[in-house]
């Protein structure tokens, strides 16, 4: 098993990780077999010069023999062929940057490999151009995006004067943000609302989908853009 310590410091606050991306160097395999090897989340502290298979500093044992961990966040299929395999564990990094898991780091893990069976992958004692290395792809504070915009109505099936229409906004937001929705006709919006006619908004929240509903005036006809 391998432990691996990740550190994010250098990533500015309010940042949003678009992608992070592990890769691992083969070094040495002992047969020709496949094995395949999960990045899982460490859930407990450890030291580097003294964790051991049962114990994370050197003298306090694991919770569990092997290391204390939970959710598996990538998993991959290593040949024995020497080169970089890449697990991919954006959503983990995400997690750890917004504060949702602390950040121990993470553990791989193989329950497919026999006895005698194993792969000898570069650590931060190999030299420098093998050792394990994070890369992480981040933009300041990215925008929530729209996937489906809906209505209850159409002009086959029209509302009247003083009925409602209701509009349905299905989004995505890699940091899970809360969001609020406006429906305008307009094409300059803000955090605040439409410069044009407003017709209706939802509040701040995390809600998915959004609605929000707009009662039908007798200034409205066919050609009503929203």
């Known amino acids: 098993r391998s432990l691996i310590e990740i550190n994010l410091s250098s990533i500015p606050g309010g940042s949003t990780i678009d992608s992070a991306i ?9 047969t020709q077999n496949n094995v395949t090897i999960k990045a899982y989340r460490l859930t407990s502290p450890w030291a580097e010069t003294g964790s051991t298979w049962n114990n994370y500093d050197g003298a306090l044992s694991w919770g569990a023999a092997g290391g204390d961990y939970a959710e598996e966040f990538a998993s991959i299929n290593m040949t024995n062929e020497t080169k970089w395999y890449n697990f991919t564990i954006s ?33 931060s004692d190999s030299s420098a151009e093998l050792r394990p290395k994070l890369t992480i792809d981040y ?29 349905t906004t299905h989004w995505t937001d890699l940091d899970s943000s809360q969001t609020r929705a406006f429906v305008c006709n307009s094409s300059s919006i803000n955090l ?20 929000c509903s707009y009662t039908i005036t007798n200034q409205d006809n066919r050609t009503t853009n929203y």
Do not use: M
């Open 192 to 211: 605040t609302g439409c410069t044009g006619k407003n017709y209706c908004n939802s509040t701040l929240a995390s809600t998915n989908p959004i609605t």
């Open 91 to 123: 959503t983990l990094a995400r997690g750890w940057f917004n504060g949702t898991y602390s950040n121990y780091g993470i553990i791989l893990v193989s329950s497919s490999a026999s006895n005698g069976d194993y792969k000898d992958i570069d650590s």
């Open 22 to 30: 592990l890769p691992r160097h083969l070094n040495y395999s002992s």
């Open 139 to 167: 933009t300041s504070n990215a925008l929530p995006e729209i996937t489906g915009l809906t209505t209850n109505t159409n002009l086959s099936q029209l509302k009247n004067v003083n009925e409602q229409v209701t509009f």
